[in-house]
């Protein structure tokens, strides 16, 4: 039972435009988010999290929103740029378990 | 500079052989984990640590092991009872239960069978 879901696999998406990546969480107990972003052969780096007690965190072109009824995350980047092009990972943290849960990555691509 | 220091970047291993993955870290932080990523998934934990001389299982503990006998150290074993070890195995670690703090990185280990 895969408790975190990144249902896209891959994004593709034109520089200077905006890149949406999605996620979805079954367990009602996680109570942070966070997006991580992954080069090839290197170890993810944390992008931005958010809290399940707000809706929104913005961290100059990215932008994390949460829609704790939905059970649904998305993190923006706009304007895209090509150097953003990785793999992103959604991870979902249950602050009494001690640990993060994560999703299976979406690949974004950003052309020039 | 602070960080977490994987080593060997490559590895093989011989059937019905154990290898030990090295994890150090200098970051001073307290819990440390260890995560295994095969093609297009995502990182499954293997074990994790909250404090020294404490460890837990994580989602596919088994066929593994690990010690932590001092802060800065997290060795993972993949031992013979692991029948499917090809992959890339990455360590973690966090400062412990503050939420909004995330994990750090190395840059992973890459098993492989001969």
């Known amino acids: 039972d895969q408790q975190v879901k990144q249902n896209s696999p891959s994004l593709s998406v034109q520089e200077g435009r905006i890149s949406i990546l999605n996620c979805d969480y079954t367990n009602s107990m996680f109570d942070y988010f966070l997006w991580y972003k992954k080069y090839p052969a290197e170890g993810p780096t944390f992008l931005i999290s958010i809290s399940s007690i707000k809706d929104k965190n913005e961290d100059g072109r990215f932008t994390v929103f949460l829609n704790k009824s939905a059970k649904h995350l998305s993190l923006h980047i706009v304007p895209s740029q090509p150097g953003d092009s990785a793999v992103y990972f959604c991870?979902?943290?249950?602050?009494?378990?001690?640990?993060?849960?994560f999703g299976d990555g979406t690949t974004l691509t950003v052309k020039p | 500079d602070g960080g977490i220091t994987q080593s060997p970047k490559y590895l093989f291993r011989k059937e019905g052989q154990n290898v030990t993955l090295s994890c150090e870290q200098n970051?001073?932080?307290?819990?440390m984990y260890w995560y295994r990523q095969d093609p297009g998934q995502g990182l499954r934990l293997i074990y994790y640590s909250q404090i020294v001389n404490d460890f837990q299982n994580g989602d596919i503990a088994e066929g593994y092991s690990v010690s932590r006998e001092k802060k800065e150290s997290f060795p993972l074993t993949v031992t013979s009872a692991q029948k499917n070890p090809t992959a890339f195995y990455l360590c973690?670690?966090?400062?412990?239960?503050?939420?909004?703090?995330?994990?750090?990185f190395g840059d992973g280990t890459r098993l492989s069978i001969l």
């Open positions: 991870a979902a943290h249950y602050t009494n378990a001690g640990k993060s849960t």
């Open positions: 970051l001073n932080h307290d819990a």
């Open positions: 973690a670690s966090s400062i412990w239960q503050i939420s909004n703090q995330p994990q750090h």
